[in-house]
């Protein structure tokens, strides 16, 4: 199964679905994270959602800035 994919490569299941499907992963030291829906369409309805857009948002800057 893909869990053990996830694992074998060093990442951390971070969220699943009630059926055990897995809905977020990310790598120890944080540079990847991945979900498997869309925090930016959540803004609103769950606030919770903007710290993981932020992120996203920050992390992208901090590249763009380094590569200047």
Not at 5 to 25: N, P, Q, Y
Not at 27 to 34: H, K, M
Not at 37 to 63: G, I
Request: glycine share 4%; hydrophobic share 45%.
């Amino acid at each position: 199964p893909y869990t053990t994919l996830f694992r074998s490569k060093g990442l951390v299941l971070t969220a699943h679905a009630e059926d055990g499907i897995v809905e977020a992963f990310e790598s120890p030291d944080g540079l990847i994270v991945a979900v498997q829906w869309h925090p930016e369409d959540l803004l609103r309805t769950v606030p919770v959602m903007n710290r993981l857009f932020m992120d996203l948002c920050d992390r992208a800057l901090e590249r763009r800035r380094a590569r200047n």
